[in-house]
């Protein structure tokens, strides 16, 4: 069975963070752009008990850098919406972040993808129900239902459908997290034309 549109946005690993200042990225600016196209989309936003869903990141160093949690009612994020993520431990279901705001709860699935393809600079995280049930019905790459969200099961599930496919960019589904799908690519614009290009199937 899904998870209900409540269980989103609980951070389910442990989080070991340095508050600092916002993070740099050449290309953080676009990503906040992209970000703000997918909240006027709703796909990515806060469900109206308050819970929001919807995540970006971009690769950076050994880690990435990704949209904070508790930040989906918020339009424009600029800087202080994101933070690194240094490292992560699958094993000890452990997030070491830094920066103005504590992590996205999908941060280890994010750390995952990157982790499985080095072409992967971008990873988008959205929420619709339409297109997930399509997709779903379409035969999209997917995890199992029966795993959760923010999980190490749902890292690695990621990361082995990601490793199965290396090509730079694609859409995956997460059939255990209910309206949940995830876009990664070579650039930021290529993950963004994956939903795109989705939402006109």
Sequence with gaps: MSNSPRDDGVIKYQAIHKDSS??????????????????????VGVYSDGIGYGNVSIRNEAGCIISGTATGSIRVLGARGYCYVRAFDLMQNTV????????????MTHCAIYQANSSVQCVLHIHNRELWLKLLDHGCKSTPAHIPYGTPQMAVSMATLVAA???PSNL?????????????????NSAFDQIQAALNI
């Design 96 to 107: 070491k972040t830094e920066g103005p705001v504590l992590a996205s709860s999908e941060s």
């Design 172 to 188: 995956l589904v997460m059939a255990g997290h209910d309206e949940g799908i995830v876009a990664y690519g070579h650039t930021i």
């Design 165 to 167: 496919n290396l090509g």
């Design 22 to 43: 916002v993070p740099v990225h050449l290309y953080l600016n676009q990503l906040d752009e992209v970000r703000t196209k997918l909240f006027d989309m709703g796909l």
